[in-house]
């Protein structure tokens, strides 16, 4: 008996098992083969084949063609019937395919097993080769199926309908089933759901359940004799250029680098440019990747600001092309990371757009090469959160719960394997809640559904449906059923189109430099030399910069005190989740520590402080130590992907074995074993830290010499890390004036000049972009009353602009009331009267005033909000510019919450670290388990807090370890008054105990 009919999570919320589970429950069972069909799709096929070569299974490749109430088992014969599967899911997908109207050319090299007596008639009719499928077990509608199949001439073969592993899956199955049909538990419909008997059960169940017909179980044998395709042998397949042939695509390739080279370097080449060039050249004929560097080339070629990154960064030829923009020679970047002829996996090229230019080039790309391209798609899984919240809903359990319990959940992770409790220290949560996170514990991890990938395109030579079933996203776009490891494995070379938006950010702050009469001179423009923007890197003054600008990186670079580019380069790779030791470590052998190598054999290998810090450390260690140099690269990617450990088992073994036969100790294996699993899930190779590095010194350098341009950039570009506000506090701690939005001086976007940043129209709340577009065309105006006229906003988006005080200018020079006679005049003109004279209106209330304008723009132009809380009220709190002073003492501090981030300690208790600020400054602050166990739920309410804790002090950088955190009480007989959400303008809190 052969189980033919096997589904995995890769049908959607269909069925329960990944493909791992299902192929090793197959080998315990004592099965051969293994048939995988998931519906309509083959997003599980690279997965499927490595699950079978570890179990020592042999695969029956396939897919179940549901066409509304028809289906069709179709399992792949040879490459010929793989092609035309490929083809039939692209159809079933674009709603184009009818089962009964098959013809003989579609169904070649396929064996098609039906279930309907209709459908396998008219399929034999027409020449196919397809069997019966007696689905389940036998009944009256398999009897009939039985007899007609006798009559036909054709076999018939008794199919397990498995949809999950084992029989206590079950409940997951109706759990799935129940999400994906939006409704409750007991709502379910029991014809969208599997037999509870639909699990992979032993052969000998099946042969019981089928002995009135046992020949339909051997069947089953004779059809996997049939179906010898074991999966698609592609090699790599790479973009053709323009139809040349592989010699013409390495002479163009080699003509193009010179004159690129000689663009970059000058004319002569240095001798070293022209070497490396012809090496690197001599390897990509080789590999016969010329035509792909051309593609690439073409691709950036129209874009006027890009960022090429990951290890093709260290490729002199994509420099000269212009797809990189860091030297690798200057910045000693190795080619052989990117390609060598040992690396048995084709790499692929990142390209960064700015973010609203990339769906352009993207589009022109996929129009260009037609059906001969498509994106990668991502296969979207149940994360925790998302798990917990959809089966509470599941549960039928009302919204507001939901919300509540998720947030006492916050940091939430799942420990231990599907179906395993999760441990929740000292929460006690009533029924059903348990049971929910059980089984959210279960299903996480599972495929919800598909989305498309973040930039990743490939590009045939033959249609893409030659390769692999093709769909459309939501938005139009084609994309493959594979998501990128799935490419990868299948040879897909793929192009990475991201999007990025500091290369908007730069890109804007030029043209408005421009627009205020400055040029830059681009052409040799080198930041990463200019003193003052290295001095604002080390001093980690860098909010706003890409990639540097993270709460964490900014500390690194305070307590580093390194502002160089070579500095930036390893902080933006060391900074990465499992390596927090590795990072103690390395500030202190910079700051002069005394350290010795891992090992003597490795004194030269590492650059940074003998510390592992790029991918490629992992590989040249390995090698040092015995493993060769394909080896070394296998465990480097490896360990560059997440949860790989059973895969790691294995590498650590033999790189065990290979170093005590070198003379290491045990410990000290261990040690460097330890530095290396830092990598792992997370990390960056030399070249892609340096590309980056790069934009962040260009976004450096722009903050330093023209402030109020850049700031204007980043917040027109809607930022990054941070909100607004926050931008707009740093804005003012840089000295910038802020002046608020103004329909005379109309911009969508924000504008910075010399030591002003005005408010664009777009940071003003529920202003529709119809109506900044009709302000921006038909300024300036002449009245309050001329611009209602002409620009006819409507009532919330007018209350809006007076609000924000982008009517200011409109006000009579001795008129009275302020904005609310702005209101005044807005209510004569909804009326459709004449305007009367104003009338006498009480002056106006300055927080009210306050209140408005925040509730309109989200910040305060004039002051930062916190300053409206009366500190006379308050005990003594200091200010953030006051606490190095005070470096271990404990301290009450008044902050404003900006942004956290919840990790878990080594005992997996939640954690989180969190910038506050006041209008002096930003302050790191660490709430440890117990801390944020209290209060945790306060940090995210956007309310100022009182912080009590101590001061600490770590190489040069200063942070506050938090006790115990309270809001600014509101004591309306103390003179409490609110301003905006959450702000206190007196109070009479005491300052939390620590």
Same mark, same amino acid.
């Given at each position: 008996?052969?189980?033919?009919?096997?589904?995995?999570?890769?049908?959607?919320?269909?069925?329960?098992?990944?493909?791992?589970?299902?192929?090793?429950?197959?080998?315990?069972?004592?099965?051969?083969?293994?048939?995988?069909?998931?519906?309509?799709?083959?997003?599980?096929?690279?997965?499927?084949?490595?699950?079978?070569?570890?179990?020592?299974?042999?695969?029956?490749?396939?897919?179940?063609?549901?066409?509304?109430?028809?289906?069709?088992?179709?399992?792949?014969?040879?490459?010929?019937?793989?092609?035309?599967?490929?083809?039939?899911?692209?159809?079933?997908?674009?709603?184009?395919?009818?089962?009964?109207?098959?013809?003989?050319?579609?169904?070649?090299?396929?064996?098609?097993?039906?279930?309907?007596?209709?459908?396998?008639?008219?399929?034999?009719?027409?020449?196919?080769?397809?069997?019966?499928?007696?689905?389940?077990?036998?009944?009256?509608?398999?009897?009939?199926?039985?007899?007609?199949?006798?009559?036909?001439?054709?076999?018939?073969?008794?199919?397990?309908?498995?949809?999950?592993?084992?029989?206590?899956?079950?409940?997951?199955?109706?759990?799935?089933?129940?999400?994906?049909?939006?409704?409750?538990?007991?709502?379910?419909?029991?014809?969208?759901?599997?037999?509870?008997?639909?699990?992979?059960?032993?052969?000998?169940?099946?042969?019981?359940?089928?002995?009135?017909?046992?020949?339909?179980?051997?069947?089953?044998?004779?059809?996997?004799?049939?179906?010898?395709?074991?999966?698609?042998?592609?090699?790599?397949?790479?973009?053709?250029?323009?139809?040349?042939?592989?010699?013409?695509?390495?002479?163009?390739?080699?003509?193009?680098?010179?004159?690129?080279?000689?663009?970059?370097?000058?004319?002569?080449?240095?001798?070293?440019?022209?070497?490396?060039?012809?090496?690197?050249?001599?390897?990509?004929?080789?590999?016969?990747?010329?035509?792909?560097?051309?593609?690439?080339?073409?691709?950036?070629?129209?874009?006027?600001?890009?960022?090429?990154?990951?290890?093709?960064?260290?490729?002199?030829?994509?420099?000269?092309?212009?797809?990189?923009?860091?030297?690798?020679?200057?910045?000693?970047?190795?080619?052989?990371?990117?390609?060598?002829?040992?690396?048995?996996?084709?790499?692929?090229?990142?390209?960064?757009?700015?973010?609203?230019?990339?769906?352009?080039?993207?589009?022109?790309?996929?129009?260009?090469?037609?059906?001969?391209?498509?994106?990668?798609?991502?296969?979207?899984?149940?994360?925790?959160?998302?798990?917990?919240?959809?089966?509470?809903?599941?549960?039928?359990?009302?919204?507001?719960?939901?919300?509540?319990?998720?947030?006492?959940?916050?940091?939430?992770?799942?420990?231990?394997?599907?179906?395993?409790?999760?441990?929740?220290?000292?929460?006690?949560?009533?029924?059903?809640?348990?049971?929910?996170?059980?089984?959210?514990?279960?299903?996480?991890?599972?495929?919800?559904?598909?989305?498309?990938?973040?930039?990743?395109?490939?590009?045939?030579?033959?249609?893409?449906?030659?390769?692999?079933?093709?769909?459309?996203?939501?938005?139009?776009?084609?994309?493959?059923?594979?998501?990128?490891?799935?490419?990868?494995?299948?040879?897909?070379?793929?192009?990475?189109?991201?999007?990025?938006?500091?290369?908007?950010?730069?890109?804007?702050?030029?043209?408005?430099?421009?627009?205020?009469?400055?040029?830059?001179?681009?052409?040799?423009?080198?930041?990463?030399?200019?003193?003052?923007?290295?001095?604002?890197?080390?001093?980690?003054?860098?909010?706003?910069?890409?990639?540097?600008?993270?709460?964490?990186?900014?500390?690194?670079?305070?307590?580093?005190?390194?502002?160089?580019?070579?500095?930036?380069?390893?902080?933006?790779?060391?900074?990465?989740?499992?390596?927090?030791?590795?990072?103690?470590?390395?500030?202190?052998?910079?700051?002069?520590?005394?350290?010795?190598?891992?090992?003597?054999?490795?004194?030269?290998?590492?650059?940074?402080?003998?510390?592992?810090?790029?991918?490629?450390?992992?590989?040249?260690?390995?090698?040092?130590?015995?493993?060769?140099?394909?080896?070394?690269?296998?465990?480097?990617?490896?360990?560059?992907?997440?949860?790989?450990?059973?895969?790691?088992?294995?590498?650590?073994?033999?790189?065990?074995?290979?170093?005590?036969?070198?003379?290491?100790?045990?410990?000290?294996?261990?040690?460097?074993?330890?530095?290396?699993?830092?990598?792992?899930?997370?990390?960056?190779?030399?070249?892609?830290?340096?590309?980056?590095?790069?934009?962040?010194?260009?976004?450096?350098?722009?903050?330093?010499?023209?402030?109020?341009?850049?700031?204007?950039?980043?917040?027109?570009?809607?930022?990054?890390?941070?909100?607004?506000?926050?931008?707009?506090?740093?804005?003012?701690?840089?000295?910038?004036?802020?002046?608020?939005?103004?329909?005379?001086?109309?911009?969508?976007?924000?504008?910075?000049?010399?030591?002003?940043?005005?408010?664009?129209?777009?940071?003003?709340?529920?202003?529709?972009?119809?109506?900044?577009?009709?302000?921006?065309?038909?300024?300036?105006?002449?009245?309050?009353?001329?611009?209602?006229?002409?620009?006819?906003?409507?009532?919330?988006?007018?209350?809006? @602009?007076? &609000?924000? %005080?982008?009517?200011?200018? !409109? #006000? +009579?020079?001795? *008129?009275?009331?302020?904005? /609310?006679?702005? $209101?005044?005049?807005?209510?004569?003109?909804?009326?459709?009267?004449?305007?009367?004279?104003?009338?006498?209106?009480?002056?106006?209330?300055?927080?009210?005033?306050?209140?408005?304008?925040?509730?309109?723009?989200?910040?305060?132009?004039?002051?930062?909000?916190?300053?409206?809380?009366?500190?006379?009220?308050?005990?003594?709190?200091?200010?953030?510019?006051?606490?190095?002073?005070?470096?271990?003492?404990?301290?009450?501090?008044?902050?404003?919450?900006?942004?956290?981030?919840?990790?878990?300690?080594?005992?997996?208790?939640?954690?989180?670290?969190?910038?506050?600020?006041?209008?002096?400054?930003?302050?790191?602050?660490?709430?440890?388990?117990?801390?944020?166990?209290?209060?945790?739920? @306060?940090? &995210?309410? %956007?309310?100022?807090?009182? !912080? #009590? +804790?101590?001061? *600490?002090?770590?190489?040069? /950088?200063?942070? $506050?370890?938090?006790?115990?955190?309270?809001?600014?009480?509101?004591?309306?007989?103390?003179?409490?008054?609110?301003?905006?959400?959450?702000?206190?303008?007196?109070?009479?809190?005491?300052?939390?105990?620590?």
């Amino acid at each position: 008996m052969i189980p033919l009919a096997c589904r995995s999570h890769y049908s959607l919320l269909r069925a329960t098992a990944d493909v791992s589970t299902l192929c090793r429950r197959a080998r315990l069972l004592g099965y051969p083969a293994l048939g995988l069909t998931d519906s309509n799709n083959l997003h599980g096929l690279w997965p499927f084949l490595a699950a079978c070569r570890r179990e020592d299974l042999t695969p029956v490749i396939g897919a179940e063609l549901v066409c509304g109430q028809e289906r069709l088992f179709c399992l792949v014969r040879d490459p010929a019937g793989y092609r035309n599967l490929c083809r039939l899911l692209t159809a079933r997908q674009a709603g184009k395919l009818s089962l009964p109207d098959l013809h003989a050319d579609q169904c070649q090299g396929l064996f098609l097993l039906a279930d309907s007596g209709a459908l396998l008639a008219r399929l034999h009719g027409r020449g196919a080769r397809v069997a019966a499928a007696l689905v389940g077990r036998p009944d009256h509608r398999a009897s009939r199926l039985h007899r007609l199949a006798g009559r036909l001439g054709v076999m018939a073969v008794a199919l397990p309908d498995v949809f999950f592993a084992a029989p206590g899956d079950y409940p997951l199955h109706r759990l799935q089933r129940a999400m994906a049909l939006r409704t409750t538990l007991s709502r379910l419909p029991a014809g969208e759901v599997a037999r509870p008997d639909s699990f992979l059960a032993p052969a000998t169940v099946y042969e019981k359940r089928f002995a009135i017909w046992p020949e339909t179980v051997d069947n089953s044998h004779r059809i996997l004799e049939e179906c010898s395709f074991r999966g698609p042998e592609f090699g790599t397949v790479l973009p053709p250029y323009r139809d040349l042939a592989p010699g013409q695509a390495d002479a163009l390739l080699r003509r193009t680098a010179l004159a690129g080279a000689r663009s970059r370097y000058g004319d002569p080449l240095p001798a070293e440019v022209r070497a490396r060039l012809d090496r690197e050249l001599a390897v990509i004929a080789d590999r016969g990747f010329s035509s792909y560097f051309l593609v690439v080339r073409d691709i950036v070629a129209p874009v006027s600001r890009t960022c090429g990154r990951g290890s093709a960064a260290a490729s002199l030829v994509a420099y000269c092309l212009r797809i990189t923009n860091v030297c690798p020679l200057r910045h000693n970047l190795y080619f052989e990371r990117f390609l060598n002829p040992g690396r048995p996996d084709p790499p692929d090229i990142d390209i960064d757009f700015a973010w609203d230019e990339r769906d352009q080039v993207l589009a022109r790309v996929l129009e260009q090469y037609g059906a001969h391209a498509a994106m990668v798609c991502s296969l979207v899984r149940l994360q925790p959160r998302m798990a917990i919240r959809e089966t509470a809903r599941v549960f039928g359990l009302p919204a507001a719960e939901i919300r509540q319990t998720l947030r006492r959940l916050r940091g939430l992770r799942f420990r231990g394997g599907p179906g395993q409790a999760v441990p929740l220290p000292g929460m006690e949560l009533a029924a059903p809640w348990p049971e929910i996170l059980r089984l959210a514990g279960a299903v996480s991890g599972m495929v919800r559904h598909v989305s498309v990938h973040s930039g990743g395109v490939v590009i045939t030579p033959r249609p893409v449906t030659d390769y692999v079933p093709v769909q459309r996203a939501a938005r139009g776009v084609p994309l493959i059923q594979w998501d990128k490891d799935g490419a990868e494995a299948a040879g897909l070379v793929k192009i990475d189109l991201l999007g990025n938006r500091s290369l908007g950010v730069i890109r804007d702050t030029l043209a408005q430099m421009r627009e205020n009469g400055v040029v830059p001179g681009e052409r040799d423009w080198r930041p990463e030399d200019d003193a003052a923007t290295r001095k604002t890197v080390a001093t980690g003054a860098t909010m706003g910069c890409f990639y540097i600008e993270s709460p964490a990186m900014r500390l690194l670079q305070k307590k580093a005190g390194r502002g160089d580019f070579e500095h930036l380069v390893i902080h933006s790779s060391l900074i990465r989740p499992a390596a927090n030791n590795l990072i103690r470590e390395y500030l202190r052998r910079l700051h002069g520590g005394a350290w010795q190598p891992l090992h003597p054999l490795l004194a030269d290998v590492l650059e940074s402080y003998g510390i592992l810090v790029f991918q490629e450390d992992v590989a040249r260690v390995a090698v040092r130590l015995g493993f060769s140099h394909a080896e070394a690269d296998r465990l480097r990617r490896i360990m560059a992907k997440k949860a790989r450990h059973a895969r790691l088992a294995d590498h650590w073994q033999r790189f065990s074995d290979l170093a005590g036969a070198r003379g290491i100790s045990r410990e000290k294996i261990r040690k460097i074993w330890e530095m290396m699993l830092s990598f792992e899930g997370y990390s960056f190779c030399k070249a892609h830290s340096a590309s980056y590095a790069m934009v962040s010194f260009q976004a450096a350098w722009l903050k330093t010499w023209f402030p109020a341009e850049f700031m204007a950039a980043v917040l027109s570009n809607q930022g990054g890390y941070y909100s607004t506000f926050a931008y707009v506090s740093e804005a003012r701690r840089l000295g910038l004036r802020i002046l608020p939005p103004d329909v005379n001086q109309a911009r969508i976007r924000w504008q910075g000049r010399q030591k002003r940043l005005r408010v664009g129209l777009m940071a003003v709340r529920h202003l529709g972009r119809a109506t900044m577009h009709r302000i921006v065309a038909q300024a300036p105006f002449a009245s309050v009353r001329d611009f209602l006229d002409r620009v006819r906003p409507g009532d919330t988006e007018a209350c809006s @602009l007076i &609000h924000a %005080g982008a009517l200011d200018s !409109l #006000a +009579g020079s001795g *008129e009275q009331g302020g904005r /609310a006679a702005l $209101l005044w005049r807005l209510r004569c003109w909804q009326s459709n009267g004449p305007s009367p004279a104003l009338p006498a209106l009480p002056p106006e209330d300055r927080h009210q005033r306050l209140r408005n304008e925040y509730r309109a723009l989200g910040f305060l132009c004039a002051l930062h909000p916190i300053t409206l809380i009366d500190r006379r009220r308050l005990p003594v709190t200091l200010r953030a510019a006051e606490l190095a002073d005070h470096v271990g003492r404990r301290v009450c501090f008044l902050g404003w919450p900006l942004c956290g981030k919840v990790v878990a300690t080594a005992r997996g208790e939640a954690m989180e670290f969190f910038t506050f600020e006041d209008e002096t400054g930003q302050v790191e602050c660490t709430f440890f388990p117990q801390a944020y166990q209290r209060s945790g739920h @306060l940090l &995210h309410s %956007g309310r100022p807090l009182l !912080l #009590a +804790g101590t001061v *600490e002090k770590e190489f040069g /950088a200063t942070t $506050l370890t938090v006790q115990e955190a309270r809001p600014v009480e509101s004591r309306q007989r103390q003179g409490v008054r609110r301003v905006g959400a959450g702000i206190e303008t007196a109070g009479g809190a005491a300052c939390p105990a620590p």
